[in-house]
């Protein structure tokens, strides 16, 4: 069955300093992996999303994630930190399911404070 | 512009009260979801649509109700039967053919649910 842990339900950092939100996934099949962002009382924003091909995406925002496949891991990370940054971030991952769709399972979420 | 549309934003219902959330969409996707969204517990799927008049219970179905008459629209009724129904409720959507398979979803504004 597929899963996705983000640890960390609450990460802290300071304006301009580095962005580390980690996702660890598991799947059976090759995944579809996701970041979203949501701000208060809206709804889910696509960040970034790795399909195939180079393990390196680039996403909105600065936003960048690591596929790394022998970790299983999808961390996102930014250089520097902004205070518009500041939001929830949920990982994601998406599996084929029989009827022909596909289902996609959240993380609990990591809420992103910023300080000045 | 294209998109998802939930309404209303914010919703009280008494106890025992039966309640209907809209989701209309004009992006011309097969599919759409409904996902709960609860503090610190990430997105839970309530049901799933991949065609018209035809939908699946998601991992939370208990005491909700959803129909699909129309490719644009998927409602989802809250019943009395649902035993903690105060929460953010989200719809989502994706296309299921004509373009790379991926499972990125687009969601709504998010409709909040409180039971008095």
């Known amino acids: 069955a597929q899963s996705v842990t983000q640890l960390g339900s609450h990460v802290s950092v300071s304006e301009g300093a580095l962005v580390l939100l980690r996702c660890n996934y598991s799947?059976?099949?090759?995944?579809?992996l996701f970041w979203y962002v949501q701000y208060p009382n809206q709804g889910l924003q696509l960040l970034l999303k790795?399909?195939?091909?180079?393990?390196l995406v680039k996403g909105i925002n600065g936003f960048e994630a690591e596929f790394k496949k022998s970790e299983t891991s999808f961390h996102l990370t930014k250089p520097s930190a902004h205070m518009s940054d500041a939001a929830e971030y949920f990982c994601?991952?998406?599996?084929?399911?029989?009827?022909?769709?596909?289902?996609?399972?959240f993380g609990a979420g990591t809420r992103l404070f910023v300080k000045a | 512009d294209g998109g998802i549309t939930q309404s209303p934003k914010y919703l009280f219902r008494k106890e025992g009260q039966n309640v209907t959330l809209s989701c209309e969409q004009n992006?011309?996707?097969?599919?759409m979801y409904w996902y709960r969204q609860d503090p610190g517990q990430g997105l839970r799927l309530i049901y799933y649509?991949?065609?018209?008049?035809?939908?699946q219970k998601g991992d939370i179905a208990e005491g909700y109700s959803v129909s699909r008459e129309k490719k644009e629209s998927f409602p989802l009724t809250v019943t009395s039967a649902q035993k903690n129904p105060t929460a953010f409720y989200l719809c989502a959507s994706t296309a299921l053919a004509g373009q790379p398979f991926t499972g990125e979803l687009f969601f709504g504004e998010g409709s909040r649910l409180t039971v008095l």
């Open positions: 992006l011309n996707h097969d599919a």
């Open positions: 994601a991952v998406s599996h084929s399911i029989i009827t022909g769709g596909f289902k996609t399972i």
């Open positions: 790795y399909t195939t091909g180079a393990t």
């Open positions: 799947s059976s099949v090759p995944p579809y």
């Open positions: 649509s991949q065609i018209v008049n035809d939908f």
